[in-house]
Structure formats: structure tokens, C-alpha cells
């Protein structure tokens, strides 16, 4: 992102909502990001909603510019404003990763990544060929009717050679394993710190202290213990590496992981924050090993009720390197296997299962939402082909560590707030009014009626209700789509998501840069050295630069999973090996559906054409494919097959080989509100109402058709704007009566406004 990376004074962040009454003259400054459909969004520099740019309406801006742009008023009630680039503020010299193709006697770069629909010309192609992937750089591009110009500085290699995909992408998103000669040298000394301990620190070597972590890990930055006080409360112990000890501020090490933000986790390797002298060596927690911590101490009642908090920094020994897999064997077995782990570890991982559990369900009783969404896994050959995929693995050991994780992050953001120290917190916003009225409409094609959506207690007793059944897949999708995207921030402005108050980032310093600012400022209060306290403004700018490094990583890994899963399915139907799976409908039109298949978390199309049934048709009232027994909506489960990979524009195609026109329940009972079942039938649509927030649900759900629920949704949107109309011309002293008749008329419900875009 170019500009000043600092947003400057604080302001009240501004939704979608607050754009919808902008006069013509409302303009911003931010920078622009472009989906592979071409459709552009500025990232505001002052924060809040990301602002649409139609196509048409972005002329020569390109991903990375920091644009001005005006905004625009939605052309009809309850829509979305949009944005129009009116100039390009600053454009930095690009490099980016394409695929070199001849076309006649012109060359052309197609980007790897989503450009839209921009292509690069490329007057001398010099050693690379055709089908080759190459990194090329332009300064310029005046004409947005042409093409811009741009030379090759770099040449990566063959682009269908999976082995270069990880290359590919390091250098589309500029990351680099490779650290300075400074940093390393200073990392090389600093191990010398690991024995002065200090004259402070708590002594916890003979307390019975593990780490639980994936098989895999090579990094070990946080340890758990769990013992009982005089009173007979619980105190749990989170001891995260004191990274802070090592890593000093103004330092060159300071320097670079503050420029590096994050970790970056790629399928077949990572790329460390912190050289790894220090991630897999003295700021690991290795079992037996002397290593310097800082310990977080909570007291719980009976019923896991935070009552006190103490913080120290201190030296431990961890007792033991455990992985989700033991310790999930030693929950389901009650402590009986495996048979290797001592019996004081099994008794210290069932307590501290039996506490997390307890937390888990307090946070939801709180409305937190339970969204986890965790790609499958990929395993890669020695050519970096895709040669499994894996079901993505969440169960009770991570749900202990989480739960331990998230209650450490929150009492360090108490005690620093209440200390009325300014700090890092890590925000999650609520959803903008209009994702939300989407998400009420695409529910409402389902059939199911939450509620007023701005209460997170109507959807956490949505996705309660939905448990279990064939539609939780789809509606905890589409929840998901209508969230915002966590950020950091120099106030305390709250968890949506986890319905915290207060919470920060402390947890993981080795890999993130907000958690070790945060050791540094828990560290300075401890001492009562408040004048060393970072400003506002400096925490402002790296909230503001973490926040960026974060999103940058994140697009990485994901694109990464996403071309290895293009390659797997294309070399699969080029073996002609069979590609069939299960699917869910997320979108329906007059041509076709989109579906995703839950194993690759991977969307694709189906034609007409290509169902089993020949015989449907597209219903727009009802947004159904109907015919010959078949109803075909927004979450009815599917068989498919992938009949075609375009792997450069990165699109599927799938065949219906057959339809579950009723979602199908699992074993498990459906988890809802009070007793009620939870029904879902196709003939019936019956509108399932959850009720007051604070009293018991409706105990007999209304039987009503989409066209009902639809009509009175419609209805009571009219009659709301016809209200505020009356409300305004009384204050301009022209009232106008409105008859009941006409409030009451029917609304015809049109489509829905969901774009079947966005599923591309």
C-alpha cells in the first residue's frame, strides 16, 4: 500500500451504512485490490467498509495504487454505494508474476494473480518463451483503452511445473525467506541472553508444564499448566516464549519483524518473522530445556468465571512435548491411553479439557460465534504435486488450547485497559446492515427466518439451529461471507466474532509482531514504566502496517492452496481418473448453478446442460431449478462431477449426477433452542421464528410459503421507508397522509440482490 502509513488522528469508522446518504462530493482516499472478475474495492486509509468499484469505473488503477475516489449513492433504497476512481495518488514501480503467451507476432503477460481483466503487452521477451511464468515490472499506464507496457526482469520458469508454484508466489507477493546480514549476525548473539535471566523472574521449573502442538511443529512459543490454590479455584498458566527478552526495541531485529509483520505458512514450507536462531531455538519451548517465558496466571470459580489475574515474567522447563493427537487420545480414553504419557500429564490435560470445555460453552452462551473455517489439508509429492487431501482436522485438544489461548489474549487486554494504558487490540467489527439484510434474504430463499440479524444472539441461535442438519454447511458459509475481516487497532473497540469487550494479540510473538509489542507493553507496566509506553500515533501505524502484512500473508497461503487444488482436479481428469464429489448449491440462476464442494472448499459451475434431470427450469420467483421431482436451491446437497479445469482463469466445471432435494440429518440429534425441531421441507418452507433474545422460542413454528415470507418481508420494508418518508416531510412541514390500504398492498418480491459474481 503506497501513502503515509500512519491513519493519522483517530475518527469513527465508517460502514456501508454511513456511505448510503453521501452526497456526490463525499470522496476518500484508500488502496485498491481487484477481484479476478474484474470488480475493484478500496480499502479505505482511515478504515472501515472496503467500498466497490465497478469495473467501468476504474479505469488505469491497478492492484496496490492508493486512489482517490468519490462516492457514490445507491440508485435505489437499501442499496449498496459504490465508488468511482478519480485519480491515482501514488504508483510505485510493480513487479508482478505472469504467464508469457504469443500471440502472433505480439507477446502477452497474463498475471497469476487477480488482476481483473488487465494483461501485460511485452514488446521483447528476450530468453523466456512461450508458456513460461516471468516476473515483469511497469512504471506507467496513461491509456486505459490500451494494454500497458512492461518488460521481464525475471524469468521463474516452465508455469506448468508444479514445483515453482511456491516460488511463484513468494515473488507475486514480494516475501523472501532470506534475512538481512545484519539481522542474522545480531540473531547469532542474542542466544547469549537466554542465561541472564534477571533478577525477577518467577522460577516455575518445577511445575508440570507442557506444550501441545501439531506433529509437525518445529516452533514451540506457548506452554499450559493447570493446578489448584488454597481456595480450591482452578488457576490456569498460559507461559508464552519471552521473545520481547531477545528481540529488543531498535533493534535490527526489532526492524525487520516489524516489516515482516507475520509468519507466512505455505503448504511445503514457512517463512519466519524471526531468523531461526531464535523461532526453533532459544525462543522455543522445548521439552527439558531451561527457556524464559512470560507467565499469564488466571483464577476461575466453579462455574469458569474469570476472578483474578496475575502476570509475571518467569524461566520453565517444559515437562513434556505433546501432540493433538495424544492428548485427544488421553480425552476420549478418560486418561487411559496412550500408555507412554505419564499419569500427572493425563491428569493435567483432562483438567485442563474438562476447564476449556467450561469456557468454550460460557463464550457461547455470550454469543460468540462458532465460524472456524480451516482449509483441508494438501499433501505434496517430491515435485510438488498434490498427491492427497486430507478433511481438515478441529477437535476437543484444539478447542483446550484455543480456549486457553483466547482467555490469556483477553485478561492482558483487561489489565492493560485498566491500567488506562493505550495498546494493540485486535478488532473485529460487527457486519455492515447491508451484508446482513443479504444474508436475511438468502435465508429467506431457504426457507428460514432468524430475526432481526444485528443481534449476534439471533445468529449464534441460527447457526445452533442448523446444527447437524444437511444445511449447516451452507448457512455457517454464508454467515461467514457477511463478517468482516479482523484487523488491529489502537483502541478498544471489542470482538464481534468472540464477543470480547476487550482483547489483544499476546499469545504468539514469535510469529506475529502486535504479540510482542504487547509483551513489551505488559512488560513496561509490571515495572510501573509508563513514560517508555509506545504513543497512540506509533501504535496506530503498526497497527495499521500489521494489519496489511496479515492480509498479504493470508492471500498468499490461500492462493497457493487454491492453484495446488486447481493442478490436483486438472491432473486428474488428464489421467482420467474419476473426479466426483459431494457438493453444495450456493447460488442458482436462469443458467445453471454454482456449487462448492465442501472436501476442497472449492467453487465451481453447472451448466443446465450438464444435470442429470434435462428437464428443469429456472423458477426466478421461487430461485429454483424445478422439474421432474427436482427442486434445486441455495443449499441442496449434490453429487458432481469436475468435467472441466481452466487453470489459467482458475474455473470448474461440474455435471449433477444426482440431488438430495431434502437436506439429510446426521446421527446427532439437531441442537436447538428449547425442544423445538428443526424443520426444513421443501414443500412446506416453514418460516422458523427463534424468538425473543431473552425468553423462550416460539414453541410451534408458522407454516408459511416463500411467497408469503417474502411478501411480508417486502411489505414491512416498504412501510418502514414509507414511515421515514412521512417523518421527513412533516419535519420540511409538508406532510402527506398515507392510507393503510396502500401500505398493506402486496409487494411483489423481484430477485434477489446477491450477484452470482461474487461466488466466482
Known sequence: MQGNSDRGPHTKRRTIADYKSSPFSSRLVGTLSLARSGVGFVTPDEGGADILVPEENIGNSLPGDSVEIQIIPPNRPGGRPTGRILRVLSREPQDVVCTLHREGKHWT???????????????????????????????????????????????????????????????????????????????????ARLHDIGKDRLDLRKE???????????????????????????????????????????????????????????????????????????????????????????????RGNPIARSFSRSIIRSSRRMTYDEALQIIETDGQAPSNVPDEIRSLVLSLHALAQQLRKNRFDRFSLDLASTEPK?????????????????????????????????????????????????????????????????LDSIGLHAGDLSNPGHIVRLLRAVRNTGLEYYVSSIVLRAMKRAEYSAENEGHFGLAKRYYSHFTSPIRRYPDLIAHRQLALALSGNYARQPSRAELRSIAFSSTKTEFNATKAERDLVEIKKYRFLEKRLQDHMPAVFDGVVVHVT??????EVPALQITGMAHLSEFANTNLSYNGFRQRLLGDGWDVCSGTHVRVNVTHVD??????????????????????????????????????????????????????????????????????????????????????????????????????????????????
Open 590 to 595: 436462469d443458467f445453471g448453478a454454482f456449487i
Open 378 to 442: 494438501l499433501i505434496l509429492n517430491a515435485n510438488g504435486e498434490v498427491s492427497d487431501i486430507l478433511p481438515s482436522e478441529h477437535n476437543v485438544a484444539h478447542e483446550l488450547v484455543e480456549e486457553a489461548m483466547i482467555a490469556a489474549n483477553e485478561a492482558v487486554a483487561i489489565e492493560l485497559a485498566h491500567r488506562k494504558i493505550p495498546h494493540l487490540c485486535r478488532f473485529h467489527d460487527a457486519p455492515d446492515p447491508e451484508k446482513l439484510e443479504e444474508l436475511s434474504e438468502k
Open 647 to 760: 487453470y489459467e482463469s482458475r474455473h470448474i466445471d461440474f455435471s449433477v449426477l444426482d440431488v438430495k432435494n431434502d437436506p439429510v440429518r446426521t446421527e446427532e440429534p439437531a441442537q436447538t433452542l428449547g425442544d423445538i425441531p428443526f424443520v426444513q421441507s421443501p414443500k412446506s418452507r416453514a418460516k422458523v421464528d427463534f424468538g425473543p433474545i431473552n425468553g423462550r422460542p416460539v414453541r410451534n413454528a408458522i407454516k408459511k410459503t416463500k411467497d408469503d415470507v417474502l411478501r411480508e418481508s417486502k411489505a414491512k420494508r416498504q412501510s418502514e421507508k414509507t414511515r421515514k418518508t412521512a417523518e421527513k416531510q412533516k419535519r420540511n412541514g409538508k406532510r402527506k397522509t398515507v392510507s393503510a390500504a396502500k401500505l398493506s398492498k402486496p409487494i411483489r418480491p423481484g430477485k434477489s440482490r446477491s450477484a452470482f459474481r461474487e461466488f466466482k
Open 109 to 191: 503477460a497474463y498475471p497469476l494473480l487477480a488482476f481483473g481483466n488487465r494483461t501485460f503487452n511485452i514488446p521483447h521477451p528476450g530468453n523466456a518463451g512461450e508458456g513460461d511464468r516471468v516476473v515483469v515490472r511497469f512504471s506507467a499506464w496513461d491509456n486505459p483503452y490500451l494494454n500497458p507496457d512492461a518488460e521481464i526482469v525475471g524469468i521463474i520458469g516452465a508455469a506448468d511445473n508444479p514445483s515453482l508454484d511456491t516460488l511463484a508466489i513468494e515473488k507475486a507477493y514480494h516475501l523472501s525467506a532470506d534475512f538481512p546480514e545484519e539481522v542474522l549476525r545480531e540473531a547469532q548473539n542474542v542466544s
Open 208 to 302: 508440570r508444564i507442557v506444550t501441545i502442538d501439531p506433529a509437525t511443529a518445529r516452533d514451540y512459543d506457548d506452554a499450559l499448566s493447570i493446578r489448584t490454590d488454597e481456595t480450591g479455584q482452578l488457576v490456569l498458566g498460559v507461559h508464552i516464549a519471552d521473545v520481547s527478552h531477545f528481540v529488543r526495541e531498535g533493534s535490527a531485529l526489532d526492524a525487520e519483524a516489524r516489516k515482516r509483520g507475520t509468519s507466512v505458512y505455505l503448504i511445503d514450507h514457512v517463512l519466519p518473522m524471526l531468523p531461526e536462531q531464535l523461532s526453533n531455538g532459544v525462543c522455543s519451548l522445548v521439552q527439558d530445556e531451561d527457556r524464559l517465558a512470560f507467565s499469564v496466571f488466571i483464577t476461575f470459580d466453579r
